[in-house]
């Protein structure tokens, strides 16, 4: 299958995903910590030091997402959530980071990041991200710190992979006291589906297509 009937076979399923959920999945109020999560390209939900571009179906907390991001020469990228379900159904979120430094051998990914940015769901959130891939072990880390916008308090996150096999990646993330872990099946290059439990109770499915430039 060449790279145009394998997008066109991919829109056509993701179209299908994103029909279906709306009709059967229960509309509820977004969780507290939603403006921040989904603020731009992520282990799971939380964002990391790099600039990717992708189209996601995200199916979390009863409710469904689209998100789409898109990088400008891995130093800019622009990211848009729009809530499928729920309450906040069909609402935009905006948000954008900036690569301060790009990764290396031996330097990790640098960005600056502000989540929500059209304000929404709420006051703007801004962030921190670093990232480090060790290509030799399969493995990377991500870490970074946002500012709550409501009591200002800082708050750290989190997150490690680690590559099982050629077509299974291991993953865990956490933000606010709070962990997720899960696994990342790629059956195709670029092509990722993401499973994971949070908090112990909530299940996070993510249909991730990336593309690198």
Same mark, same amino acid.
């Given at each position: ?76 990228e622009v990211s848009v959530l729009r809530r499928l379900s729920g309450e906040k159904k069909n609402v $935009? /979120?905006?948000?954008? #980071? *900036? ?6 051998? =031996?330097?990790? @990914?640098?960005?600056? &990041? ?64 709070? $962990? /997720?872990?899960?696994? #990342? *099946? ?6 990722? =589906?993401?499973? @994971?439990?949070?908090? &112990? ?13």
């Amino acid at each position: 299958m060449n790279k145009n009937k394998f997008f066109a076979t991919f829109s056509v399923a993701l179209i299908g995903l994103f029909i279906s959920s709306a009709q059967i999945l229960k509309a509820e109020d977004a969780p507290t910590d939603f403006r921040f999560r989904y603020s731009g390209s992520s282990v799971f939900s939380m964002p990391t030091g790099n600039c990717t571009s992708s189209v996601s179906y995200i199916n979390d907390d009863g409710n469904s997402h689209c998100f789409v991001s898109q990088s400008l020469g891995n130093l800019i990228e622009v990211s848009v959530l729009r809530r499928l379900s729920g309450e906040k159904k069909n609402v $935009n /979120t905006i948000n954008g #980071k *900036l690569a301060l430094i790009c990764e290396g051998r =031996l330097m990790p @990914a640098i960005s600056i &990041g502000a989540a929500d940015v059209n304000t929404q769901l709420g006051d703007r959130i801004y962030f921190a991200a670093a990232s480090k891939n060790f290509e030799d072990f399969g493995f990377s880390i991500h870490a970074g710190v946002c500012r709550d916008p409501i009591n200002k308090e800082k708050k750290t996150f989190f997150g490690v992979e680690k590559v099982i096999f050629p077509l299974l990646t291991v993953a865990a993330e956490r933000y606010d006291d709070v $962990n /997720t872990y899960g696994i #990342k *099946l790629s059956p195709y290059p670029g092509v990722s =589906l993401d499973i @994971a439990q949070r908090d &112990g109770k909530e299940e996070m499915f993510n249909l991730v297509y990336s593309r690198k430039y």
